[in-house]
């Protein structure tokens, strides 16, 4: 687990893609950080990082290893922080989007925010007990639109659909796109300090 703590008031979790805790997600790490964020970052992968051109391979270690039952931990995690922070918000990436989401019921947390978690569609009965932001790309391997329509009328959740692929936010990626990322950190530092 990656931690950047130094007493701040609040803190969050970044749950990383299929791949681990790689360039992408040190830097998130580094930028909630600087923002004033106490940061944990759980290794789900417990192994060296994927390359992107393992992503197949990535996708099925995660599922036969961890899966998205992990999310149990991270609501002990979210519970054993808000023991000293006043607030504790969470962050996830893809894979990490739909854990963060399954989290959304838990009342602990104080915000979640999801960014283009394309397997949020297989728990779409969850009801969210505190604000979630949802950030989907346009372009994915599902009917975004669709899904968007289901969630996007629950309560508490923010939801918006960029005009980007799945995985847009990292830079590091051929899927990054500069523009709607720049959309996308605007929608999550204008929800994060609706919280603060």
């Not at 036969?64 to 609501?75: A, C, H, L, R, S």
């Not at 918006?160 to 995985?167: C, D, Y």
């Amino acid at each position: 687990m990656i931690r950047k703590a130094s007493n701040k008031k609040n803190a969050v979790i970044i749950l990383h893609e299929i791949y681990g805790i790689n360039s992408f997600i040190e830097g998130i790490c580094n930028d909630y950080k600087l923002q004033g964020f106490d940061v944990f970052c759980p290794d789900m992968i417990h192994r060296e990082r994927f390359l992107y051109s393992e992503a197949a391979q990535a996708y099925q270690y995660f599922l036969n290893n961890k899966g998205f039952e992990y999310y149990k931990g991270i609501e002990e995690l979210v519970s054993e922080l808000k023991l000293t922070y006043d607030k504790v918000f969470i962050i996830g990436f893809s894979v990490g989007a739909t854990i963060a989401w399954r989290c959304c019921e838990q009342t602990n947390c104080d915000g979640i925010i999801c960014c283009y978690g394309s397997r949020i569609r297989e728990y779409m009965s969850l009801q969210p007990s505190n604000p979630v932001l949802l950030l989907f790309a346009k372009h994915d391997s599902f009917e975004v639109e669709i899904v968007a329509e289901q969630l996007g009328g629950k309560p508490n959740v923010d939801l918006h659909i960029l005009q980007a692929s799945h995985g847009f936010m990292d830079c590091y990626s051929d899927r990054f796109n500069k523009e709607q990322t720049q959309i996308a950190k605007m929608y999550i530092r204008h929800f994060l300090n609706s919280l603060l």
